[in-house]
Nanobody
Framework: QVQLVESGGGLVQAGGSLKLSCAAS????????MAWFRQAPGKEREFVAA????????YYADSGKGRFTISRDNAKDTVYLQMNNLKPEDTAVYYC???????????????WGQGTQVTVSS
């Protein structure tokens, strides 16, 4: 019903920046909050950031506070993750997720993208 496609990942040196995008398609009228997660090899998936439908409320994991910014453009059905001052420990596959309408924090996510690889070199 809803498809999420991430893009913007790649290889970057420590201290550099990347901006990830996640485009939603399908029955997007019933999705509201969206978020970013990441998973490094051998580790479990961890929360990175989330944003409500209107974009006025955001949540960040401690790992990205002050460096990452989540935003969205509802006219384009797209959510973004601006990542600055990247560190090697940020290396992971980054996934976007979407929750159905009616969710309240902490959100329960129903849709997931395929992921985009982010690699930060020392």
């Amino acid at each position: 019903q809803v498809q999420l496609v991430e893009s913007g990942g790649g290889l970057v040196q420590a201290g550099g920046s990347l901006k990830l995008s996640c485009a939603a398609s399908g029955r997007t009228f019933n999705i509201y909050p969206m978020a970013w997660f990441r998973q490094a090899p051998g580790k479990e998936r961890e929360f990175v950031a989330a944003i409500n439908w209107g974009g006025g409320t955001t949540y960040y994991a401690d790992s990205g506070k002050g460096r990452f910014t989540i935003s969205r453009d509802n006219a384009k059905d797209t959510v973004y993750l601006q990542m600055n001052n990247l560190k090697p420990e940020d290396t992971a596959v980054y996934y976007c997720a979407a929750a159905r309408s009616g969710n309240r924090w902490p959100y329960e996510y129903s849709y997931w993208g395929q992921g985009t690889q982010v690699t930060v070199s020392s």
